[in-house]
């Protein structure tokens, strides 16, 4: 009986309990959102990373994590690495760019024999120092093809060919071109190499240390560990901002919308307690219909999500939005929390009305 007394309050204002709807959803939108942009970015890279096939990292000291090195290492220095024991393959790059939108300068012969060779939908690798190699994710979003032209650093490139994505940048070219480009000749940004077998990873980390105390010397697992690890502090700090913003935004939205029901329904709440309706049940009314609110709009936001990730899909730059489904409950639960607060005042005003001044409110 009171379920099906909720249902009808709610049909009675279908633009009221719309919008309610939609600024919760829009609240749980935000939150999945942003953790799944988050989480997305970070674990793409990650896998990016992987597929160069690369087992060891060598980075210049004051780089961070989740930062580009401009290439202050000499390039003689990749000699060095490979003359190293159980040092099986050796690849210097030249990093360009931000984060989400990252260009290597690299040998392409060295490049092949470590990931195990450029995929390629389109084109072929290039064949001139203004030539490029573009994933399939970044032409998809600049529209590109091979033969095509794009402007980069100020310069216009043809793009020579365009590869399967999961193997380091999104655009790839000639080292000697980058290192002209950014004024570094002779320099690298980072040293990956392979170590002969796996078991000798961690033998070679700790000679490279030795011999090269002045870089900073990783696992490839050590490294996107680390990145893992300020990437999640940085999305942990986020998304408690957000969190904080979505309570307070479902707070305000619920107790403007419940109040005003209260108010509208002053007549009707004294009909029931003329009927013998009790406070606890009046709360409970309105209670239960906050509730229904929420759920609602709590499932439109987690549907929501997967139209966020295509819009997002075509940003630029090397945003990727994954869909958290164990973010769901806890979404859920944000929005719950936040409705019930806004509910609290005006059901304990209801509950507080005497029925026959309600009755004869006007």
């Known amino acids: 009986m009171v379920n099906k007394l909720v249902i009808e309050n709610l049909k009675h204002r279908p633009i009221r309990t719309l919008l309610t709807v939609t600024a919760i959803a829009l609240q749980v939108t935000m939150i999945l959102s942003l953790v799944g942009l988050s989480k997305g970015t970070i674990e793409d890279s990650a896998k990016r990373t992987r597929g160069l096939g690369a087992d060891i990292m060598v980075r210049p000291a004051t780089t961070g994590a989740l930062g580009l090195s401009n290439a202050p290492i000499p390039e003689k220095m990749l000699q060095l690495v490979q003359q190293q024991p159980h040092i099986r393959l050796v690849l210097g790059t030249v990093e360009y760019g931000t984060l989400l939108e990252r260009m290597n300068g690299v040998d392409f012969d060295a490049l092949n024999r470590m990931s195990g060779g450029l995929k390629f939908m389109e084109g072929h690798l290039p064949q001139g120092p203004e030539e490029i190699v573009v994933d399939e994710f970044y032409a998809r979003q600049k529209k590109l093809h091979a033969g095509m032209m794009v402007d980069l650093i100020g310069s216009k490139w043809k793009v020579a060919g365009i590869c399967e994505s999961g193997k380091g940048a999104r655009i790839f070219m000639p080292i000697r071109t980058l290192q002209d480009k950014t004024a570094s000749p002779g320099k690298v940004s980072v040293i990956y190499a392979t170590a002969d077998k796996p078991e000798n990873i961690q033998m070679v980390v700790t000679e490279l240390k030795k011999l090269l105390p002045d870089n900073q010397i990783f696992t490839i697992e ?37 109040y005003m029901a209260v108010l509208e329904r002053t007549r009707e709440i004294g009909i029931l307690k003329a009927l013998g309706a009790s406070p606890p049940y009046i709360v409970g009314m309105l209670v239960r219909e906050t509730a229904f609110l929420a759920l609602i709009g709590s499932v439109l936001g987690i549907l929501l999500t997967y139209g966020s990730r295509m819009v997002v899909s075509g940003f630029p730059g090397s945003l990727t939005q994954k869909i958290v489904p164990e973010w769901w409950p806890i979404a859920t639960g944000i929005a719950m929390v936040g409705a019930m607060l806004g509910a609290l005042y005006p059901g304990i005003k209801a509950a507080k009305q005497d029925a026959i001044e309600a009755l004869s409110y006007d």
């Open 222 to 258: 050590e490294f996107l560990s680390q990145v893992a690890a300020t990437g999640n502090a940085l999305i942990e700090n986020f998304t408690n901002v957000v969190i904080g913003l979505s309570v307070a935004f479902g707070f305000l939205v619920v107790f403007l919308s419940m």
